[in-house]
């Protein structure tokens, strides 16, 4: 049962991340820096979440080291997540995140001992190779690789690496770890601005008004319950799961520009559905249930 609502809350919170580009884009079409939203959105999080840091501190103070990497991944992933899609192109920044099943499956297996079974291999190729119909990955070109690519690849990697550090403190306030992660990247983003100034001039109030809404009332919500979800279920079984994001996010942008979906486009979601649903529907149940506190 607990599997099974983790799955429901996964796929939700996939949705919601797969819809995250439409509030980043019009943030930035507003004047708003990549920098700055992330500054504003992880400062925000990190305040309201600041009582419970302290008040589970004697829980995760003994595994500080852990907690850290959690600061660190975390922070990255939220960084170069937000900044590559609000400066770059959707559709060529997904294709680099997500190679993201990749990592999380091989660190899975690799780290946390995970079994990589007949149905495992056969959703992550499913997964993989739906995702690279939608995303016309043979169109993609390194020669025109840029920094923003190298973003939206590093926050892919970011985030299986916090999954899998996730999945190994299982005995950690969750909600701490939560909260590690808005304070990373509030910390890495202020050390970024620290030494590299980006020059942009600094958002209005009303600007400042529309990050913290978005930070406070979406990414907090959508992070919150895809890592839990991810924890329950397993870094490559959950990873797999996440790439409903990636049909949202496509399918959205296909909508909203008014581009009509291709033949081979279609056939790739197909495929990713067809991945979230026999991984969702497996019977196993996770290691261990993951309290939300």
Not at 62 to 72: E, K, N, Q
Not at 243 to 260: F, G, K, M, N, Y
Request: glycine share 10%; hydrophobic share 60%.
């Amino acid at each position: 049962m607990n599997s099974r609502f983790a799955v429901i809350v996964l796929l939700f919170s996939s949705i919601g991340w797969g819809l995250t580009w439409l509030p980043i884009k019009a943030l930035g079409e507003g004047g708003l820096n990549g920098l700055h939203l992330v500054f504003i959105i992880c400062t925000s999080v990190s305040i309201v979440l600041m009582p419970w840091l302290i008040k589970q501190r004697a829980l995760w103070l003994p595994i500080l080291p852990f907690m850290l990497l959690v600061a660190l991944f975390g922070g990255i992933a939220n960084i170069a997540f937000q900044v590559s899609i609000l400066h770059g192109d959707v559709i060529r920044v997904m294709i680099l995140f997500y190679m993201l099943p990749i990592w999380s499956v091989l660190g899975g297996c690799l780290i946390l001992g995970e079994v990589l079974d007949k149905r495992r291999v056969i959703t992550l190729l499913l997964c993989v190779g739906g995702a690279f119909l939608i995303l016309e990955a043979w169109k993609f070109s390194w020669l025109t690789f840029s920094w923003i690519d190298v973003l939206a690849l590093l926050s892919g990697f970011a985030l299986a690496a916090n999954t899998i550090v996730f999945r190994f403190t299982m005995d950690a306030p969750f909600t701490s770890k939560i909260g590690f992660m808005f304070v990373g990247g509030c910390v890495l983003v202020s050390l970024i601005l620290l030494f590299f100034p980006t020059g942009a001039a600094l958002p209005d109030k009303q600007l400042i008004l529309g990050a913290m809404a978005y930070g406070l009332g979406w990414i907090l919500l959508v992070s919150y319950g895809s890592m839990w979800g991810v924890t329950c279920l397993g870094a490559g079984r959950g990873s797999v799961l996440i790439v409903v994001e990636l049909v949202v996010a496509v399918l959205s942008v296909l909508i909203i520009t008014q581009i009509d979906l291709k033949f081979y486009e279609a056939i790739g979601c197909v495929m990713v559905i067809i991945a979230a649903i026999l991984e969702g529907a497996r019977e196993d149940e996770p290691v261990g249930f993951v309290s939300p506190s």
